[in-house]
């Protein structure tokens, strides 16, 4: 069986990943599969507890960006084919409120699902980013988000 994390993956918090490895757990049904006041693994508060997802800050956001959440599915899904209606809806009321709630200007959405040698992700779990840097400005640079591998040249 394929390990539930991919450490070559992980950018950082290397002791976190050997950890999660270590439990042979997959993190995210560990930490939010239910309800929790406090995670396992993960190290920062919940910003929305839904029924399908739990929306937090990333651990480990990407450089530069003012904003890194993670949007985490409650249940182990690794397919969009096992997404239900409900769960697409209630992500869609989640994200109405927080573009209000924290005043967003724009945004970007990194979906992550399946085999992690394909998404550049350590896990397999559907969970989706999403990042706001700065606003384009003469001293600005882009703003770089792992999506995956490609051949070298
Ligand atoms: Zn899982």
């Not at 995210?28 to 997802?53: I, M, T």
């Not at 990042?131 to 703003?143: A, F, H, I, M, Q």
Request: net charge positive.
């Amino acid at each position: 069986m394929k390990p539930l994390v991919n450490i070559s993956h992980a950018r950082e918090k290397k002791d976190v990943y050997e950890k999660i490895i270590k439990d042979e757990a997959c993190p995210f049904c560990v930490d939010f599969s239910k309800k929790r006041e406090s995670f396992v693994y993960h190290n920062k508060p919940a910003l929305v507890q839904g029924k399908h997802w739990v929306v937090t800050e990333n651990f480990n956001p990407y450089k530069g960006a003012k904003h890194h959440l993670m949007f985490v599915h409650r249940r182990h899904i690794v397919s969009f084919t096992e997404l239900t209606p409900a769960a697409l809806k209630e992500f869609l009321d989640i994200t109405k409120k927080l573009e209000k709630d924290l005043s967003l200007p724009a945004g970007v959405f990194l979906f992550r699902f399946g085999d992690t040698d394909y998404t550049g992700g350590s896990v397999s779990h559907l969970h989706a980013h999403y990042v706001l840097g700065t606003k384009k400005r003469k001293d600005s640079e882009p703003l770089l988000l792992y999506a995956g591998y490609k051949t070298k040249k």
